[in-house]
């Protein structure tokens, strides 16, 4: 089983990716130098106000909802541990709202993150620069919010871009992979012939939760016989324990949100 960590070890210099290392919450992120590309290697998680989880990629709030330092606070502590500035200026450009999509819920809102070019521009490239000269093939993105993350990914390392959709959304002919919610189930679907046997695959979404779409996502490709190296997001909830689900399935993470 692997190891519970919110970022990911360094990279091999093969053209696999190593499994993540367990590490203390308290050691520090920092960049180190790698063959191919410049890596971010973490174990300090940039952390939002503790919450108790629910299944939406979200959680329930507590009595108020504000990050409980300013972001020039959060960025000078994150220098001073010597961790990457970048994660920390991610983490303070996500906002939490409360009581969406319904009462009871503190919602990741990553939209602001999209409206900070600089924060979104160090998201992609702290990607960019973990899967540039892996022999990544196919990044492929869940809906809806991987669609964001995803293509430009794809279009810096040279690979390309497949959408993982919900039902009836994609034209022409579909692979399906059937998944359970917490009341009743799902699929995710991808067209028939856009990916090969053999292709080295990232599944790419802006949050784990539960883990049930990344792992459709998984077993949907492994299907086809695509090797799925890692799975990416911007955003954990690990309260809700959706990395134990995806088993030995490497996973990538920039920022954790933890929960009560």
Do not use: W
């Amino acid at each position: 089983m692997m190891q519970s960590t919110s970022l990911v070890s360094s990279l091999s210099n093969s053209s696999s990716l190593s499994p993540p290392t367990t590490a203390a919450a308290a050691a520090t992120c920092h960049r180190v130098e790698a063959p191919f590309t410049r890596v971010v290697t973490a174990s300090n998680r940039v952390e939002f106000p503790s919450v108790h989880s629910h299944r939406y990629r979200s959680t329930l709030y507590p009595p108020r909802c504000a990050v409980s330092k300013s972001v020039k606070e959060v960025q000078e502590m994150a220098l001073e541990d010597g961790q990457d500035d970048r994660i920390a200026r991610i983490a303070s450009a996500i906002r939490v709202i409360p009581n969406f999509p319904k009462p009871g819920i503190l919602f990741q809102d990553i939209t602001t993150l999209l409206l900070d070019t600089k924060a979104f521009r160090d998201t992609i490239d702290l990607f960019v620069e973990r899967y540039k000269g892996k022999d990544i093939s196919v990044v492929a993105g869940i809906e809806a919010r991987g669609f964001i993350f995803g293509p430009p990914i794809a279009l810096a390392i040279g690979a390309k871009f497949v959408p993982m959709r919900k039902p009836n959304k994609l034209p022409g002919e579909v692979i399906s992979e059937e998944y359970s919610l917490e009341y009743g189930s799902d699929k995710m679907e991808m067209h028939v012939g856009a990916v090969q046997a053999g292709e080295r695959a990232l599944v790419i979404d802006d949050l784990i939760a539960t883990g049930g779409t990344l792992c459709a996502a998984i077993r949907l490709l492994e299907r086809v016989g695509v090797d799925v190296v890692e799975c990416a997001c911007v955003i954990e909830l690990p309260e809700l324990k959706g990395r134990d689900r995806l088993g030995e399935k490497p996973l990538f993470v920039l920022v954790n949100a933890p929960g009560a």
